[in-house]
Structures are given as C-alpha cells and as structure tokens.
C-alpha cells in the first residue's frame, strides 16, 4: 500500500516531559507520542510538529503529521494511539491530509495563552498549571501596553539567548491582557515565536502590571533590541500552545478553544 500522510490534533499536559522534541536520555512527548503510534501503525512513525514546547509547557492543540501505509481509520488510529498513552497525552483526532501539508511550514499563524493566579494564596491544585503572582497585577494596563507589540518587528528583547532562528522578526497579530476572576490571561498570535518569546513578553507585562514600570516601558524595550534590559523569563508552567491555523484548502479541524480559565 502506498503511504498516506496523516495530521492529528495532539492535546498534552507538559510537566514531567522535557519538552517537545525528542533528546537523548529525556522523556519527551514527541517520543512518548511516536512509540504510541508505532504500535498502532506496526511500522516505526516519525513526527513532525507545528511547534516545539518547553519543558513544562503545555499544549490544548498541537498539530503534528505522518506519513503511514498503515491501513487504519480515523477512529481506530486516535482510540489504538490513546490507549498507548499516559494521561497526560491524548490525541483529539486525525484526519488524512494531502501530501504537501506540513504541520510546520503549512501553518499560517499559531496562538498561545499564559495565564496567571494572581491572588494572594497560592493554589495547590494548579500548581503546575499556572503562574502564581501574589502582587496585585493591573490587566488594563497590562493590555495597554502590550498593543505597542502589534505588528512585524525585531523581537531581539524577547528572544532567549539560545534561540536558534536566523532572524528575530516576527509578526504579532494579536495580543491582549485580560482578567476573569483571580487569572490574568495574556493571549497572543504571531505567524511564529522566537524562543521563549511569549514568557519573556508576559515577565514585562507582569512588571507593568505591578506598577513597578510605566506602560511606555514595553515600547521601549521594543526598540532597544535588548534582552538584558527587559524583565526576567516567566515559569513554563503557565503557558498554553492553543495550535496552529492553516489555509481552508486542508480541511482540517477548526483550532481549539482555549476553555481554561473557564
């Protein structure tokens, strides 16, 4: 039989993994996910991912391809790899797509939300889950500021020093600061990120939002390119991939919905 290429939806909790990719000596979930797959396919699977997360990131819709002969449905490929998975990876669905598409390069925008518990206690049961930030944290000022970020710019003062991409411009779409009872969400959308792009955005933010900054701070850290000037690296813990959007032509599932905080 001729191989088909496949793409699924891929929900995952990121604590205990070491991130996306697959390292040596690591548990990742791309690894984790490929062995489940195999199992199902009978025959080795190699992943390719819309996106790679951090160690601790987490993700409600990422968006991964494959290519099988396997003779499988759509049911039996998302309840066999399931089945083959801990808890804290699941496949949402799968569908058979046309060879060209690339769960990389086909995708024309990606979204991620970082949220945060900004109330006094901290929360035991989201621990891993969110970011606590006890300080009281002004969202409207928050969102303010991060409007400055819209548009196509060099991102050299959010961009970890271990980045790999050959330039540091991207284009952010959309952002926005909201509050929804003791969370402040921060949510944003980019044709791509630089690495730990969105976590070194939202430590900014959070200094804003303290009063510690005024809202001008983000536009300047903007054009000054400086990374040793903006505000610390924000815990993996509280970011969320929401997943990739592609062109209508592929047919595929819409993106998820960011249902937390509900």
């Known amino acids: 039989m001729p191989e088909k290429r496949w793409a699924a939806g891929v929900e995952y909790l990121g604590t205990g993994f070491s991130g996306w990719q697959t390292q040596r000596s690591l548990v990742t979930v791309q690894a984790t996910l490929e062995v489940a797959l195999s199992k199902v396919a009978a025959h080795p699977v190699a992943l390719t991912a819309a996106g790679r997360t951090d160690s601790g990131v987490h993700a409600l819709g990422q968006v991964v391809h494959f290519d099988s002969a396997a003779t499988r449905t759509p049911y039996a490929w998302v309840l066999g790899t399931n089945s083959n998975l801990p808890p804290s990876i699941s496949l949402s669905w799968i569908a058979p797509v046309a060879p060209d598409f690339d769960a990389r390069h086909s995708a024309t925008q990606r979204r991620y939300r970082y949220v945060i518990r900004n109330q006094r206690a901290r929360s035991a049961l989201l621990s891993d889950r969110v970011t606590w ?44 600061v909201f509050r929804q009872h003791e969370f402040v969400v921060l949510d944003v959308c980019a044709n791509a990120f630089l690495h730990h792009m969105v976590r070194n955005i939202a430590g900014s933010l959070i200094e804003i939002g303290k009063g510690r900054r005024a809202e001008s701070w983000l536009a300047e850290l903007l054009a ?39």
């Open 133 to 176: 930030i006890p300080q009281p944290l002004d969202a409207d000022a928050m969102h303010r500021a991060a409007q400055t970020l819209i548009g196509e710019h060099d991102f050299s003062a959010f961009r970890a020093a271990e980045c790999q991409s050959s330039t540091p411009m991207r284009n952010l779409r959309e952002i926005a």
């Open 224 to 262: 000054g390119h400086d990374r040793t000037k903006a505000a610390m690296t924000q815990a993996a813990r509280g970011l969320y991939f929401l997943g990739p959007e592609y062109p209508a032509e592929f047919a595929l599932p819409p993106p998820t919905r960011a249902w937390f905080p509900g």
